[in-house]
């Protein structure tokens, strides 16, 4: 890794829409990074007035801490919005965060120090900290998974987009953020696969980012978005199809037949747990696609998982 004077800086992109306190609180930790280069932060404004007073540009021990408001001038929610902000970033690595998230200290020193250990890596993440109901579970990623077949396989929702820290470089080379997944549920897992087809990722192995998962989330219950985004990465991505996919294509099918059990699609949901025990009749999600078939509530299933730091 170059040391040359602005090797490091590094812009953020954190897009936001009507959560101004979350949004506070995410910069805050972001400013607080205790990193010897300049630090962008390029706040983007989804459907939603800017708010031009956070707007800084000083220096900190002679490197510069500077925030800039925009508005989405792609198309509307968080694809749109983070490619938005990745066409202002002026840095040669780049960041996101999500409004509702926080950094912990060192984190952004703990990524360039596992780009450094890790030969060709281009992108990198961190462990997290899920906190849900005050509680915080710690997810660490196995870098040996995070390759594009083990994405397939395996969402890993501890790899998460507010500890992605990519070069300016490979974000070019992968182009924008896919803003025709429906609702734009899923980008981050098709920004991650297509990712891991062009780098090795390096991981900080150390908890060095809080992801609250809360009511306020916005796919949280969306169980219509959710089934036809997860339909339209299957179709999108035909490897799922391959043999050595079975379990990640068993794993999305759980995902919808859960989504439409919600739904009261029940015929539908039963049908696509007949396809899950033929894909891979240990894929967790069908019994839970089950019991929301038969009268348990989704909401509470859902609850559920987020108290083991854990989605369906």
């Keep these: 890794m170059t040391t040359d004077a602005g090797a490091r800086d590094v812009s953020v992109v954190i897009a936001t829409r009507d959560r101004p306190e979350l949004l506070r609180r995410a910069i805050d930790a972001v400013i607080g990074q205790e990193l010897a280069a300049d630090l962008e932060i390029v706040v983007v404004f989804d459907r939603s007035e800017p708010d031009r007073s956070l707007e800084i540009d000083h220096l900190v021990d002679g490197h510069a801490r500077r925030i800039v408001v925009i508005t989405n001038d792609h198309s509307p929610g968080l694809a749109g919005a983070r490619n938005s902000g990745v066409a202002k970033a002026s840095s040669p690595w780049i960041a996101f965060?999500?409004?509702?998230?926080?950094?912990?200290?060192?984190?952004l020193a703990g990524q360039f120090a596992a780009i450094d250990a890790t030969p060709g890596a281009r992108v990198a993440t961190t462990g997290i900290f899920i906190r849900y109901e005050g509680e915080d579970t710690a997810r660490i990623p196995d870098p040996a998974k995070l390759t594009f077949?083990?994405?397939l396989n395996d969402r890993m929702t501890d790899v998460h987009p507010s500890a992605t820290l990519a070069s300016a470089e490979l974000i070019a080379e992968l182009g924008d953020v896919d803003e025709t997944i429906p609702g734009g549920y899923g980008e981050d897992y098709d920004w991650l696969l297509r990712a891991a087809r062009l780098s090795p990722f390096a991981v900080a192995p150390e908890p060095l980012v809080r992801v609250h998962w809360h009511g306020a989330s916005f796919f949280f219950e969306k169980w219509k978005t959710i089934d036809e985004a997860l339909e339209f990465l299957v179709q999108k991505y035909p490897e799922f199809h391959d043999d050595d996919h079975k379990a990640g294509l068993a794993r999305i099918r759980g995902q919808q037949a859960v989504a439409r059990a919600a739904m009261k699609q029940r015929s539908k949901a039963l049908a696509t747990v007949r396809e899950i025990i033929?894909?891979?009749p240990t894929e967790k999600r069908w019994p839970v696609a089950l019991l929301v078939a038969a009268g348990v509530p989704a909401g509470k299933v859902l609850a559920t998982a987020h108290k083991l730091g854990k989605g369906i």
């Design 278 to 280: 033929g894909l891979n």
């Design 149 to 151: 077949s083990g994405f």
């Design 97 to 107: 965060c999500d409004d509702d998230d926080e950094w912990l200290p060192g984190k």
